[in-house]
């Protein structure tokens, strides 16, 4: 099924064919309308010149205003085999679409919303025959039904016309354009970027970068350039204002060797100002006694600290480098990069 871009915004056009694969671009005078667009010939140029094939309207009353209209399009520097005009269907349309076929021109007969209109478009040598899907859908009607009868009358009698889906509105219009089976699908760029979407495949691929990261990732690399730290000699108040500064919550507690003996966490601070709040902050860290802190090497592999906060179940964990203490790991860290879970 070929796969092309509804639009008039040079923005979104020049991202979409970014792709790669996009088979070409339909666009509309309603579209450069709503875009503010005024020099439509330029336009048009312009898009010749980015897109693999472009589908433009050549508007008229009559068969022979379509024509001519058609013509000075191409006059304009417009490559016949790169350019596609779309007519609305109309005995003057079809009979305009046959004409421009005899002259080697390719055509879409377009505004078609039932079979009868199909029928005379592919009778006439269209390459092209487009139901609109969305507006069908509005007025009630069964447009799937519809682009169902266009396919098999193109199989059953062999037309060379490729039924294209058009005034797509959601991602599951493509979904019903594929089960189908037309042959071409023209899709508005917001509905195109959500076709390779899905929370399940957005879910996979983070658990991937998960485990990537778990795997290949140094404890080192997280650890944050603050080293809270404070001597038995220093007040609580000390520690408050590392553990501020720092934006952890914890610091380690170091002897006269610099030597981290234990830590002194926002947990601790809670639990003994509620015992003592008046003189609490005045205390010093030689008041209080420590556990020996848990330590893992900067160069372990994150997966290893996700293990020992599980296992232990610990907030902090100090970080060190031939057991010479270079920072702190909090279990706040590992939360924020969804590494614990």
Known sequence: MELYLDSADITEIEEAFNLGFLAGLTTTPTFMHRHGITDVDGTIVKLSKIVPVLQIEALGD???????EAQRLVDL??????????????????????????????????LVY???QAY???????????????????EGHDALALFEQCVEAVEFYGYQTKIMFSSVRHPEHVRNAIN???????VPWKVMKQLTENNFTAL??????????????????????????????ATVLDAMVQMTDSGLGAVAVVDDSDKVI????????????????ESFTEKRMSDFSYNQPLTISGNELLYEAVKVFKEKQ???????????????????????LDLLS
Do not use: W
């Open 204 to 233: 996979g691929i983070k658990e991937f970068e998960i485990h990537t990261q778990l795997m290949t990732n140094q404890v080192k690399e997280i650890i944050r350039e603050a080293k809270p730290t404070v001597n038995l000699d």
């Open 114 to 116: 039932t079979l009868q």
């Open 77 to 110: 520097g417009l490559d016949k085999e790169k350019t596609v005009f779309k007519t609305p269907v109309s005995l003057e349309g079809v009979k305009a679409c046959r004409k421009m076929k005899d002259e080697g021109m390719r055509v879409n007969v377009h």
């Open 62 to 68: 009559t068969c022979e205003e379509i024509v001519k």
């Open 180 to 186: 189908i089976g037309v042959h071409t699908c023209t």
């Open 314 to 336: 610990v907030d902090n964990i100090i970080v060190t480098d031939n057991d010479e203490f270079i920072g702190m790991i909090d279990v706040q860290d590992l939360i924020k």
């Open 262 to 277: 234990g830590i002194f966490t926002d947990g601790d601070l809670r639990r003994h100002l509620k015992a003592d709040p």
């Open 120 to 138: 005379m478009a592919m009778a006439a040598g269209a390459d092209y025959v487009c139901p609109l899907a969305g507006r069908l859908q509005d």
